[in-house]
């Protein structure tokens, strides 16, 4: 089981970027996902979640500017990003709560699962 997360990259000041954050391995259910970041220096910060049954919750920064999604038939979450800004610039990592699988004749389940960090760069 893993998440894999794309869409980083360097953008300008007000420009848009989108995030993709895909589960796979024998995939049953996920429950929340979400983004965090963490700017240099900095510590890691909640930037937006999503419930499994859809409920959002987005940092104060990043509302307005941010929307995030999820299709569960491909177990995948969306983080779309808007009217960026330098302070945007961290590393931005996908995060699953809890996660379950098959396992042969059983279903296993992973809880806190993390993708790879992929940077974002907004110049101004």
């Known amino acids: 089981v893993q998440l894999q997360a794309s869409g980083g990259g360097l953008v300008q000041a007000g420009g848009s970027l989108r995030f993709t954050c895909a589960a796979s391995?024998?995939?049953?259910?996920?429950?929340?996902m979400g983004w965090y970041r963490q700017a240099p220096g900095g510590q890691r910060e909640l930037v937006a979640t999503?419930?499994?049954?859809?409920?959002?919750n987005y940092a104060d920064s990043v509302k307005g500017r941010f929307t995030i999604s999820r299709d569960d038939a491909k177990y995948t979450a969306y983080l779309q990003m808007s009217s960026l800004k330098p302070e945007d610039t961290a590393v931005y990592y996908c995060?699953?709560?809890?996660?379950?699988?098959?396992?042969?004749?059983?279903?296993?389940?992973?809880?806190?699962?993390w993708g790879q960090g992929t940077q974002v760069t907004v110049s101004s």
């Open positions: 391995g024998g995939i049953f259910t996920i429950e929340g």
């Open positions: 995060n699953a709560a809890r996660i379950t699988y098959y396992s042969g004749d059983e279903v296993g389940a992973l809880y806190d699962v």
């Open positions: 999503i419930t499994s049954g859809g409920s959002t």
